[in-house]
């Protein structure tokens, strides 16, 4: 476009003539070099000639509109812009089809590269805003469009595909593709956006924060939906089952998800991107916690329901002021019997069983195995102190205490 205005004589005369005032010294110039410097950088093509510059400059730079005073608007001077922009339709009007099919060809197999070309775009448009480039404008604009319905169709995709995830908790299924794939995806679309101030910014925090909230929205409530079911059938061993290995399933898929977001945050996040980050890392923290608990009290109702069960019981009873002898349920009778059915060599065949059974659990997450394990020897120490500490306010004239010590436990737990 620079070069048709200039070739052409479209640049207005007063707009010459305001470029010819610009340098401070309008008597040294004599040679090309100097002719071409007291012209100024919008030298047309009849002062190249008559003043035997050298070609003209800077014809991929974006000049300003003016109007008939040489002053910067937004206004189109002397129609000329308009008339510049008639010449480059006839000549290239089929430039919009051909960007058109590049962009299909660039996305064609990876639609996410939409993105990446985006930036660069914006870039263009940004060169080229407050200036006179009405048709390059026309098709940076039209490129824009596309390329951002592109991104938006490939992000509402895999949307599509998470929504559409067929949980099957009667059977354990290991980690789903998504919580493998998220970390992965945010990694390549910020390698191709990184810390830029255009749309290609928003359209990524925007993107990472929809998938973020559909994954956990799909996890939580597969969640809520077990517990539900287990609560309200709490005789059906097939719901109780399932509740399990919902549990199971979670911890997997947010173990998955916090290792590779951690991996990310360590060894390529850029310092603008980290507190976002973060946010997903602290919800997928929060939800694993949250997984871990439930599970635990699932898999320790086996070896120790009916001590836990018990001691909960004598808690409520303290916490209404009431002594716990003095309940029926929770005299030294019952007592006797459930240390009895807690003895040492019971409680440690018990505990060897539990080993086998998280093991079968995380078979396929070995590096989940020691952790779930370490949170599970944690809780049992902790629940057997908290036994202790109700015996002796609560039965010490009975004489009763449980069959196997602290450090007994340890050393079951550390069998494995």
């Not at 390529?268 to 997984?291: E, G, S």
Request: proline share 4%.
């Amino acid at each position: 476009q620079n070069f048709i205005s200039d070739l052409f004589h479209y640049v207005p005369p007063a707009h010459t003539r305001a470029a010819r005032r610009q340098p401070q010294d309008r008597n040294a110039a004599r040679d090309g070099d100097d002719a071409k410097a007291r012209l100024g950088e919008n030298a047309t093509f009849y002062n190249w000639v008559t003043h035997r510059l050298r070609p003209i400059e800077l014809w991929d730079t974006p000049r300003p509109k003016l109007d008939s005073k040489d002053v910067v608007t937004q206004t189109v001077h002397f129609g000329s812009v308009k008339e510049v922009k008639s010449m480059l339709d006839l000549l290239y009007g089929s430039l919009v089809t051909q960007v058109d099919s590049l962009v299909d060809m660039g996305t064609r197999f990876d639609p996410s590269q939409a993105i990446g070309m985006l930036v660069s775009v914006s870039k263009a448009l940004d060169r080229c805003k407050g200036s006179d480039q009405g048709f390059l404008i026309n098709v940076l604009e039209r490129c824009n469009d596309k390329l951002e319905t592109t991104f938006q169709s490939y992000v509402s995709e895999q949307a599509r595909a998470i929504e559409a995830t067929k949980l099957v908790t009667k059977k354990r299924v290991g980690a789903l593709p998504f919580a493998r794939i998220f970390p992965k995806f945010i990694a390549h679309i910020e390698n191709l956006v990184g810390d830029t101030g255009y749309t290609a910014r928003a359209i990524a925090d925007s993107t990472y924060s929809r998938i973020s909230r559909l994954i956990f929205d799909t996890l939580e409530s597969l969640l809520r939906e077990a517990e539900r079911n287990a609560s309200n059938n709490a005789d059906d061993k097939d719901a109780q089952k399932e509740q399990l290995n919902t549990h199971v399933l979670l911890l997997e898929n947010m173990f998955v998800l916090v290792a590779g977001l951690q991996s990310y945050r360590t060894n390529r996040c850029r310092p603008y991107f980290v507190p976002m980050l973060d946010t997903y890392l602290d919800h997928a923290q929060i939800v694993q916690r949250k997984v871990m608990r439930a599970y635990i009290k699932d898999v320790l109702r086996r070896p120790m329901g009916r001590l836990t069960d018990f001691f909960d019981a004598v808690e409520r009873c303290l916490a209404a002021n009431k002594d716990p002898l003095a309940t029926p349920s929770l005299a030294k009778g019952q007592l006797k019997k459930v240390i009895q059915a807690h003895s040492n060599s019971g409680m440690r065949e018990n505990l060897k069983q539990l080993a086998k059974r998280v093991d079968k659990h995380f078979i396929d997450e070995p590096k989940l195995r020691p952790i779930v394990w370490q949170a599970i020897t944690n809780d049992v120490l902790s629940n057997y102190q908290r036994f202790v500490t109700l015996l002796a306010r609560s039965y010490k004239s009975t004489n009763l205490s449980l069959e196997f010590t602290q450090s007994e436990l340890k050393g079951w737990l550390s069998e494995r």
